[in-house]
């Protein structure tokens, strides 16, 4: 059998552990076996084909209905079995399964294993924390807290369909679609509540109930973002004491999130049920004590 090795982590994270031996559950594997069989002969025409796919989703959880499986058995299933090109666009949905029904709150995938479609339809309040070869569709149709490190530069989609929180470090996230017909005009619907980038710098967006207004009093120093209705621009910060040092704290921990997620996913947890409002609200409050004209 090919042995997976694990792939080098971002510069300042864990180093990768040894690798890890796991005991077989058969009836987990028997499962598995039976899930890809059947998912085989599945059109996958459209990335939403891909993607959003309760349909496979339910199957999974009716073929692990009654087994007892945890994480690691799923994660131990995957380092040893390995997957084809063609059951990477799949597998995620079975393992999102058992991601859901586990009883851990903050899940860490850090295996070179590629597979696409994890943390489906994570809940919140869970967390999905991608160290490893998960980043493609993680988090699809999810309201749980969506972390990945990524190669820097690296282009990748995470959060389709989504409601939750999605942090990335290194990467740049595809965290919307189109919607509408192409011919008539369509309308880019940004799918996330609170999106968090950390590249080269501090960018937060966050969808809201007015469309638009979609980035209303997003945090950004990208010039190509400049057509938003309302741009917190680095220039109008500094020249208001409260807001610097609101940002600057808000930075620090998301930039201490790079060398430990655990830090990254309590800051989340820390703004509520519902981040994006809540930082909304902050920021207005303290531009109207400012006196700024909003």
Same mark, same amino acid.
């Given at each position: 059998?090919?042995?997976?090795?694990?792939?080098m982590q971002?510069a300042?994270?864990?180093?990768?552990a040894?690798r890890?031996?796991y &005991?077989?559950?058969?009836?987990l594997r028997?499962a598995f076996?039976?899930?890809?069989?059947?998912? &085989?002969?599945?059109?996958?025409?459209l990335?939403y084909?891909?993607?959003?796919?309760d349909?496979?989703?339910?199957?999974?959880?009716?073929?692990?209905?009654?087994?007892?499986?945890?994480v690691?058995?799923?994660?131990?299933?995957?380092?040893?079995? @390995?997957?084809?090109?063609?059951e990477?666009?799949?597998? @995620?949905?079975?393992?999102?399964?058992?991601?859901n029904k586990?009883d851990?709150?903050?899940i860490?995938?850090?295996l070179d294993?590629e597979?696409?479609?994890l &943390?489906?339809a994570?809940?919140?309040p869970?967390?999905?924390?991608?160290?490893?070869?998960?980043?493609w @569709?993680?988090?699809?149709?999810?309201t749980?807290i969506i972390v990945?490190?990524v190669?820097?530069?690296?282009?990748?989609? &995470?959060g389709?369909?989504?409601?939750?929180?999605?942090?990335t470090y290194?990467?740049?996230?595809s965290t919307?679609?189109?919607?509408?017909d192409?011919d008539?005009?369509?309308?880019?619907?940004?799918?996330?509540?609170?999106?968090?980038c950390?590249?080269?710098?501090l960018?937060?967006?966050?969808?809201y109930?007015?469309?638009?207004?979609?980035?209303d009093?997003?945090?950004?120093?990208?010039p190509?973002?400049?057509?938003?209705?309302?741009?917190?621009?680095?220039?109008?910060?500094?020249?208001?004491?409260?807001l610097?040092?609101y940002?600057n704290?808000?930075?620090?921990?998301?930039e201490?999130?790079?060398?430990?997620?655990?830090i990254v996913v309590?800051?989340?947890?820390?703004? @509520?049920?519902?981040?994006?409002?809540?930082?909304?609200?902050?920021?207005l409050?303290?531009?109207?004590?400012a006196?700024?004209?909003?």
């Amino acid at each position: 059998m090919k042995k997976l090795a694990y792939k080098m982590q971002p510069a300042g994270h864990e180093q990768p552990a040894p690798r890890r031996k796991y &005991a077989e559950n058969r009836t987990l594997r028997e499962a598995f076996e039976k899930y890809l069989a059947l998912v &085989a002969k599945t059109n996958f025409r459209l990335i939403y084909d891909q993607m959003c796919r309760d349909d496979l989703y339910a199957l999974a959880a009716n073929l692990l209905k009654g087994v007892q499986v945890s994480v690691d058995d799923a994660h131990g299933l995957l380092l040893e079995r @390995g997957l084809s090109e063609e059951e990477r666009s799949y597998a @995620g949905f079975f393992v999102s399964v058992i991601y859901n029904k586990s009883d851990l709150s903050d899940i860490v995938y850090d295996l070179d294993v590629e597979v696409c479609n994890l &943390a489906y339809a994570l809940p919140a309040p869970k967390a999905f924390i991608n160290k490893g070869s998960g980043h493609w @569709g993680s988090g699809t149709k999810s309201t749980g807290i969506i972390v990945n490190y990524v190669e820097k530069g690296k282009y990748f989609t &995470a959060g389709f369909a989504a409601d939750g929180s999605i942090i990335t470090y290194g990467g740049k996230a595809s965290t919307g679609y189109w919607v509408g017909d192409f011919d008539e005009g369509e309308d880019f619907v940004d799918s996330v509540s609170l999106e968090v980038c950390l590249d080269d710098c501090l960018r937060i967006a966050g969808r809201y109930k007015d469309p638009e207004i979609n980035q209303d009093l997003s945090i950004r120093r990208d010039p190509y973002y400049e057509h938003t209705r309302r741009v917190i621009k680095k220039e109008e910060i500094s020249k208001i004491p409260e807001l610097q040092e609101y940002i600057n704290n808000l930075k620090d921990k998301f930039e201490k999130g790079r060398h430990d997620y655990r830090i990254v996913v309590e800051t989340v947890r820390a703004l @509520g049920p519902k981040p994006n409002d809540k930082l909304r609200q902050d920021l207005l409050d303290i531009l109207r004590r400012a006196g700024r004209d909003i």
